[in-house]
């Protein structure tokens, strides 16, 4: 098994030296970054945590997880913060950091805030996997069938579907036997929970 990745940037080496050790005692793989920066110009790992103070010279910790939120590396972060920074941790936690932790950092409670935020990565990566499988299925679906499926799920009859649409009620049972086809959904509900996961709500 892989073993979880942790990434710190902390301007402080003592600091970065610290956290590095303890981690590494509990069994991550940790990579240590000066400053945010030095973490941009390399490739990102996509599953790993990142734990960052929020005040460092140059780009702070709140600038680096919105850079890496512009670039769609959602990775689940940590904030290290001094007392003076708690408002700027909740700015950061609104902008979808998972945790912040004050100074002076306490090894348990950094492992398990750690090991938190890792599962939660795994969570969000297997709801982004689910949303981009469920569109591409979607995208099987002609433009009428699309409209159609969208009224369906709203618990429109087929009935009701014709005569919005103006059709005959045999032609929207040909097409919702087509969407059930393509979608190999099996009932409405499992239609309802692929338009969803396809929205993200899945």
């Given at each position: ?62 600038e680096l997880q919105e850079e890496l939120n512009r670039r769609k ?95 005959s009620h045999r032609t929207v049972e040909l097409h919702r036997a087509?969407i059930v086809q393509k979608l190999n959904a099996k009932n409405l ?14």
């Amino acid at each position: 098994m892989e073993r979880q990745r942790v990434i710190i940037v902390d301007d402080d080496e003592a600091v970065r030296d610290s956290m590095r050790a303890m981690l590494e005692a509990e069994g991550f793989t940790v990579q240590c970054y000066a400053a945010a920066n030095c973490l941009l110009e390399e490739a990102v790992p996509s599953h790993a945590c990142l734990v960052t103070d929020v005040r460092m010279p140059g780009m702070s910790g709140l600038e680096l997880q919105e850079e890496l939120n512009r670039r769609k590396l959602n990775l689940p972060v940590i904030m290290i913060t001094g007392h003076a920074d708690v408002p700027l941790a909740v700015r950061a936690m609104k902008a979808g950091a998972v945790e912040f932790i004050e100074k002076p950092v306490a090894g348990e409670i950094l492992v398990a805030a750690i090991k938190a935020a890792l599962h939660l990565g795994v969570q969000s990566q297997a709801r982004e996997a689910e949303t981009k499988a469920a569109q591409e299925v979607l995208q099987s679906l002609t433009p009428r069938e699309r409209e159609i499926l969208g009224m369906l799920v709203k618990g429109l009859a087929n009935k009701t579907v014709a005569q919005q649409l103006g059709i005959s009620h045999r032609t929207v049972e040909l097409h919702r036997a087509h969407i059930v086809q393509k979608l190999n959904a099996k009932n409405l509900s499992a239609m309802v929970r692929l338009v969803l996961a396809a929205e993200g709500r899945g």
